[in-house]
Nanobody, 124 residues
Framework: VQLVESGGGLVQPGGSLRLACVASGQTLYDYAIGWFRQAPGKEREGVSCMDSSDGGTNYEDSVKGRFTISRDNAKNTIYLEMNSLKPEDPAVYFC??????????????????WGKGTLVTVSS
């Protein structure tokens, strides 16, 4: 599976961005999907995760109510809608996927495939 992110860029505080991640080589239907981020000098952290059944979705506390993860299996694409962006949100954002045949995967257990990331900058 190859994952390619897009949609990053510069946005003002309070603004919005929509990240997309297109998968090739394998359908994402049986995969849990996740978004992660890594800011300069910090460890990579999980932002959001959705299992393959779309029934289980979770978010890192600081993004709850502001970010929304979604997928379009027909387009083999996953999204991260980011609203009300804050100065603490800038980072390289990565999408990832993990095989999830049971439909209950927890992204904290590790991901099988990673994109190369897209940079999000929040500045006035």
């Amino acid at each position: 599976v190859q994952l390619v992110e897009s949609g990053g860029g510069l946005v003002q505080p309070g603004g919005s961005l929509r990240l997309a991640c297109v998968a090739s080589g394998q359908t994402l239907y049986d995969y849990a999907i996740g978004w992660f981020r890594q800011a300069p000098g910090k460890e990579r952290e999980g932002v959001s995760c959705m299992d393959s059944s779309d029934g289980g979705t979770n978010y890192e506390d600081s993004v709850k109510g502001r970010f929304t993860i979604s997928r379009d299996n027909a387009k083999n694409t996953i999204y991260l809608e980011m609203n009300s962006l804050k100065p603490e949100d800038p980072a390289v954002y990565f999408c990832a996927a993990a095989l999830d045949l049971d439909g209950d995967y927890d992204c904290r257990d590790g991901m099988d495939w990673w994109g190369k990331g897209t940079l999000v900058t929040v500045s006035s």
